[in-house]
Structure formats: structure tokens, C-alpha cells
């Protein structure tokens, strides 16, 4: 028992000050770049890395799974069904009121140096490019066999350049539509050739339309050339509406609508409400909301947010929370406030970009519904129209947070909407640009291992400037805090000694 604590208190000796300095400091070193790589990993991912491997690796090798029982197969299977529920959750649309790259996105490009498209968002067009302008029978024309190849090509250059290489052959309708989206530098410059690529368009689309039933070669090619007209007269009306001809703009989708009735892919419904709000025609904007604002139909932020505002124009102008605290809400304010609660719930990221408490970024080609994708780019075209109705961003306001009392727990429980879908956010950090910070939707809580590597970087940095100012006090301390430490091992020793007879523990010892 005296030997172990001789030889303890001398091991104890032997440690100088510049000791206990060198394990301070290398403690607080290694504990701040855990801290430094977790804050990083969060950032980018979310989670917290040393959870997120504690869970996938260490828990089954530990027995936290067992796959021979039932329970946890029917878990399992449980599991993969909620995963393709997220899957089809997050399915990521076109959005109905994309900017046109040449005009617009190229020239943010051209101002700020910026990069306003995501690599995974221009694929995505691509992908929807070639479903909506090819079909199998391409090889029977040179120029559309060159477009084929020109929608699947990565450089814009050499997509630019196959365009011009198939209107040398023949008036080739896709071959204008790129061109108009992606050289055209202005709108005006885009129109005109979306009005010869609809002169071409329109003599495909009647000559397909007359053999489609002779088989599904040419079934397929007018369903191409279909989709082709529906895409040039909807860009047209949307190059009519940003150069301010909005009554022609309007005439234009609703004859759209109305000849094309079933062709709901492109949601051209969303453009003629934005349209419709910018002339203030706002008993045409409730006769649409009522045809497409319906139970069995998608949800969208244009349609919760719209139906909102129609809502809180009625009561906004003589809205004041002060007196409706004093004498409660009338019905047409209760009936607005829950109009803003719904589309809240629908989309939490919404608010924030139309109070401009965050900053507006040009829109994606592609949106999350419900995500910040979505809410950039609906904020982007109707925060104008917000702020014309007198006292609705006002009402909004005062009413927006209120709706986060009635679902304590979004990814759990919805209130009118199903959960929020928990992979918003990593779809969104996919279709916006890294300089944009996403919204994320319940905040997340920073993980115990980010909270307990700091307070441990911070202790241990703390220790070895003390020990580095102080030496022999520190010295004093660290000996004391060691004895202490190994004391219940030396009690536990000598009861061991007291117990078992002296020549047993010394053969033990021996041993």
C-alpha cells in the first residue's frame, strides 16, 4: 500500500509546470478543431457528426439493432416507406415564373460575378428539357437529331452554337426556344424569337396533329410538338407581361388555359394570378383561386399566400392590434388571420422575405413546395403586391407567429397541412447558391457535442494559460486534483490488503 503511494507521489514529482502547460494546450487544441470541424459539418449537413456516426455505426455494433426480430423488420419496412413518403415530399417542381438565363440570369452573372443556378438546378432543367422537346422519332429530322444532342449538352456555348447549326438546316422551333432563353440578352430580343419559334412550332404541331393516330411514333411526336406550343405561348405571355403589357399577358395565358385545358404541368394558372394582382383585378384573382384553391388539388405558396391577401385586404386598411385587443377580432379579421395562419403553415419561409427581414436572392428554375426554394420565389414576383394592399404586410406582422402555437411539433403534427417534411433543407442547399444562407424550418437546437466541445476547448484553454502564468501554483492544484482523483483507488487497495493475507498478495503482486 506505501509503495503504491510512494511511487504515485513520486511520479507526481517529477512533473514540472511546462508538463501540465504542453497537456493544457494540446487539450485545447485537439478539442477546438473537433469544435471547428463540427460547426462546419452542422452548417453544411445539419447533424452533428459525431451523433450522426454514434448512431449509424457504434449503436449496432453495440446490439442497438437486433434483425432477427420482427418488431424491428416491421420497423424497418416502416422506415422504408417513410423514406419514399420524404422522397415524393420533396419532389422538386419547375418553377411557373423562372427567369430567362440570357436576359436575366446572365446579366446578375455579368453585374455581380455571382453564380445565381445551382450545377443540381440546371440539371434538373435539362432533364426537363429534353422530356419536353424530344421524343424517338427526332432522328427522322437533322434538326431536331441536333437539338436531341444540344438539350443534353453541358456548355452553354456549344448548346448555343448546335442551335444555329440546326436552323442552317430548316426553321427548327426548339432551336429558336434556345436560343431565345439562353443568347437572347434582353426580353424584347427573347420575344422575337419565341414569336418565329412559334411560327415554326405551330406548323409541326398541325402536321402531327393530323397523324397521331397512325401510331405511337407519331403520338409521341405530337405530344412533343404539343408541349413545344403550350411552352412558346406561355414564355410569350410572360415576355409580354415584363414589358408591361399585362392585359395582353393575361389574354394571352387564359386563352392558354383554355385551349390547352389539361396541360396543369406547367401551372400556368400561377402566372395568370401574378399577373391579375399586378392590375389590381382582384375579383378575377377569386374567381381563379376558387377553380384551383381546391381541396383535391396541389397546394402552393402563390395559392395559400394569395388567398391570404384577398382575405386581409378586406380588414387591413383599418386593422390595429391594439384595438382588436381591446375588443377582440371581427369575423372578417378572424377569417384573414386564419387565412395567414393557413398559408404560414403551408410555408414558414414566406413571411420573412415579404417583411424583408431577409434578403431576396434571384428565384431558382426549380422550387421545394413548402421549402425556402419556394418562398424566395414567390416573394420575389408578389412582394409588390403585398405592399399595394395598405396595412396587409402590417397584419401579417402582427399575426404570422402566432401560427407556430398551434403546431408545437410541425414535423410531427400538422394543423391543416400534413408535417412539415423533414428534408427541406438539404433539397433546398441543392437547388440555391452557397452565398444564400437557407432558411431552415423548425431551427434547429446546436447538437450537445458542438455545446460540450466548446465548453471543453474553453476549459482546457483556460487551465493552460492559468498553468503557463501560475506554474507553481497550478502544479500545487494539478497534484492535489490527481490525489484526490486516485484516493478511492489507494481506499479500495487497502481494503484488498486488509482482507487477503499478506504472503497471497504478494505472489498477486509477483504476478
Known sequence: MFGTESSLSMFLN???????????????????????FEWWYFRKYGTSFIEQVSVSHLRPLLGGVDNSSPTNSS??????????????????????????????????????????????????SAQDHQTFFTCDSDHLRPADAIMQKAWRERNPQAR???????????????????????????????????????????????????????????EAQHRRDTNVVVYIKRRLAMCSRKLGRTREAVKMMR?????????????????????????????????????????????????????????ARAVSDKFSPEAASRRGLSTA????????????????????????????????EHILKRGDSEAIAYAFFHLQHWKRVEGALNLLHCTWEGTFRMIPYPLEKGHLFYPYPICTETADRELLPMFHEVSVYPKKELPFFILFT??????????????????????????????TLFAPLNFIMEKVESILPSSLWHQLTRI
Open 160 to 218: 448555343v452554337s448546335a442551335a444555329h447549326e440546326a436552323l442552317e438546316l430548316e426553321d427548327c422551333a426548339t432551336a429558336y426556344i434556345l436560343l431565345a432563353e439562353e443568347e437572347a440578352t434582353t426580353i424584347m430580343e427573347a420575344e422575337k424569337l419565341f414569336k418565329q419559334a412559334l411560327k415554326a412550332g405551330e406548323g409541326c404541331y398541325r402536321r402531327s396533329q393530323q397523324l397521331q393516330h397512325h401510331g405511337a411514333q407519331y
Open 333 to 364: 379579421e378572424m377569417n384573414a388571420v386564419e387565412a395567414i395562419h393557413r398559408a404560414v403553415e403551408f410555408n414558414p419561409h414566406v413571411p420573412k422575405y415579404l417583411l424583408e427581414m431577409k434578403s431576396l436572392i434571384l428565384p431558382p
Open 454 to 483: 466548446a465548453g471543453l476547448c474553453s476549459f482546457t484553454a483556460m487551465l493552460a494559460l492559468l498553468t503557463h502564468q501560475f506554474p507553481e501554483l497550478m502544479g500545487v492544484f494539478a497534484k492535489a486534483f490527481l490525489s
Open 75 to 124: 420497423t424497418s419496412n416502416g422506415d422504408a416507406d417513410s423514406n419514399r413518403q420524404s422522397v415524393s415530399e420533396c419532389k422538386v417542381w419547375r418553377n411557373p415564373l423562372n427567369l430567362f438565363r440570357g436576359a436575366e440570369y446572365n446579366r446578375y452573372t455579368w453585374v455581380t460575378g455571382r453564380e445565381p443556378l445551382t450545377y443540381y438546378d440546371m440539371n434538373l
Open 14 to 36: 517529477t512533473l514540472t509546470p511546462k508538463f501540465y502547460v504542453a497537456l493544457t494546450g494540446t487539450s485545447s487544441l485537439i478539442s477546438g478543431l473537433i469544435l471547428i
Open 255 to 311: 386563352d392558354l388555359m383554355k385551349e390547352f385545358p389539361l396541360l396543369s404541368m406547367f401551372n400556368i394558372h400561377e402566372n395568370l394570378l401574378e399577373s391579375l394582382l399586378e392590375l389590381q383585378n382582384y375579383a378575377d384573382v377569386q374567381a381563379v383561386l376558387a377553380k384551383y384553391d381546391d381541396i383535391s388539388l396541389p397546394k402552393s405558396a402563390t395559392i395559400c399566400y394569395t388567398a391570404a391577401l384577398l382575405k
